[in-house]
């Protein structure tokens, strides 16, 4: 894979986190529970944030880009995801977020994989880590509000 390759992925990872953002902006919009919308607009927040981080790394001269441009690892054969739309009951909203986090948190752990840069390695890793908490706290207001006889 050549550095241009790398630049479409992460191109394509800015697109997501902006879809994310959109998304959870969206929702929170459309949600009544106060405990609900600060999440998403925090949700909405650290994405805004991950967007910031990938365009600064776009920003790299191609040299400063850390990825070793000898191999081929088909990252780019996972990124197509289908739109997000607000258009939804409140628990599928919360299951296409939860979705949308586990992608992003799979491709920011192959793109540490693929890095050279120590740097960049920990970027992605912390990146990976982020979208990992998010996963996790959709996935427990998802199981309370979609099994609430357990409780």
Do not use: C
Not at 22 to 48: C, P, Q, W
Not at 54 to 71: H, I, N, V, W
Request: charged share 30%; aromatic share 8%.
């Amino acid at each position: 894979m050549d550095v241009e390759e790398y630049r479409s992925i992460i191109s394509n990872a800015i697109e997501r986190e902006i879809e994310a953002y959109t998304f959870y902006r969206m929702i929170h919009e459309r949600v009544t529970d106060e405990n609900l919308k600060g999440l998403f607009n925090e949700l909405a927040g650290e994405e805004s944030k991950h967007r910031r981080t990938l365009e600064a790394l776009l920003l790299r001269e191609p040299e400063k880009l850390g990825f070793d441009t000898t191999r081929d690892y088909k990252v780019a054969d996972a990124l197509e995801t289908p739109p997000l739309s607000a258009d939804l009951k409140p628990l599928d909203g919360l299951v296409i977020a939860i979705r949308k986090e586990l992608d992003a948190m799979q491709l920011y752990t192959q793109l540490a994989g693929l890095s050279v840069d120590p740097e960049q390695i920990e970027l992605f890793e912390s990146l990976a880590a982020m979208e990992r908490g998010h996963k996790a706290r959709l996935e427990d207001i998802y199981t309370n509000m979609a099994f609430p006889e357990v409780w």
